[in-house]
């Protein structure tokens, strides 16, 4: 498979009204809704499981017979749920100023991620910076999905620690 979209997507139910979900946003299981989705709610949020896109390239569960479409083509009772690749991600600076290669986890806006600057699911890392002044404005950057666990610890810091005669002495 080859060509210009970047990302392997799945399409998945959801929670609420189709239009409430676009491009980019982070999303958690339902439930309410038996193998559905909905949208991020609070920060570090432990359930990450993806981000809507619809770039995929590759999109899995399209023989199944339940999903309705429009008449322009998409689906009306599933959207796309990226797996892996790059996929632009709804971020706020919230936690801080987003530079390439940051973690990013979900944030108090729903749907919406940010960076992590502690332990927990992340949904993947940073392609792009983020910087805008107004934690409260959303942007998109485009990300790197793989929804992982992050420790919270940079590898600088690791290396710092372990490299300080403080914490080597037995």
Request: zero cysteines; a negative charge.
């Amino acid at each position: 498979i080859s060509g210009g979209l970047t990302d392997i997507g799945e399409y998945i139910k959801f929670e609420g009204n189709r239009n409430d979900y676009e491009q980019g946003d982070l999303v958690t299981p339902s439930s309410i809704v038996k193998e559905g989705i909905k949208k991020s709610q609070t920060p570090y949020q432990s359930d990450l499981i993806g981000v809507i896109t619809t770039t995929a390239g590759f999109i899995a569960g399209g023989g199944d017979e339940t999903i309705t479409y429009q008449p322009n083509g998409e689906p009306e009772n599933r959207v796309i749920i990226a797996l892996a690749g790059r996929v632009l991600v709804k971020v706020s600076t919230e936690n801080g100023p987003i530079n390439i290669g940051d973690p990013i986890t979900s944030s108090s806006t729903p749907g919406v991620g940010m960076k992590a600057t502690r332990s927990g699911r992340i949904i993947g890392i940073a392609l792009e910076s983020y910087n805008d002044p107004n934690p409260s404005h959303i942007g998109k950057i485009m990300v790197f999905v793989n929804p992982t666990w992050f420790s919270g610890m940079e590898t600088s810091t690791i290396s710092e620690i372990s490299n300080n005669p403080r914490f080597n002495s037995v």
